[in-house]
Nanobody, 125 residues
Framework: QVQLVESGGGLVHAGGSLKLSCVAL????????IGWFRQAPGKEREAVAC????????YYMEPVKGRSTISRDSIKNTAYLEMNHLKPEDTATYTC??????????????????WGRGTRVTISS
């Protein structure tokens, strides 16, 4: 079965760091676009960061720019999102997704791709 499985979420104090993982089961991440998204209670899903399928270029949304890194480990077939200097507003369920091509980081552009179930991140003040 084709799956994406996230892990690494948890409770972190403001100012701390997290590294989220997204392992691909049943397919390779090597030539796919990767996106990390988050959804807070009562809010719509929003993009956090994404990586192109063609050259691996990374893009970051303004709320996390400068304090986040998206990456891919081909050997482990796993994508990562590392976030530093975490803020209470980073609290959300974080989900990874893949698609054949990267049109943009918008969740809408990954709608036909593969999505994980998400991992919960809570940042306390």
């Amino acid at each position: 079965q084709v799956q994406l499985v996230e892990s690494g979420g948890g409770l972190v104090h403001a100012g701390g760091s997290l590294k989220l993982s997204c392992v691909a089961l049943g397919f390779s991440l090597e030539k796919l676009a990767i996106g990390w998204f988050r959804q807070a209670p009562g809010k719509e899903r929003e993009a956090v960061a994404c990586m192109s399928a063609s050259d691996g270029s990374a893009y970051y949304m303004e709320p996390v720019k400068g304090r986040s890194t998206i990456s891919r480990d081909s050997i482990k077939n796993t994508a990562y999102l590392e976030m530093n200097h975490l803020k209470p507003e980073d609290t959300a369920t974080y989900t990874c997704a893949t698609d054949l091509y990267l049109a943009s980081c918008a969740p809408h552009d990954f709608r036909l791709g593969t999505w994980g179930r998400g991992t919960r991140v809570t940042i306390s003040s």
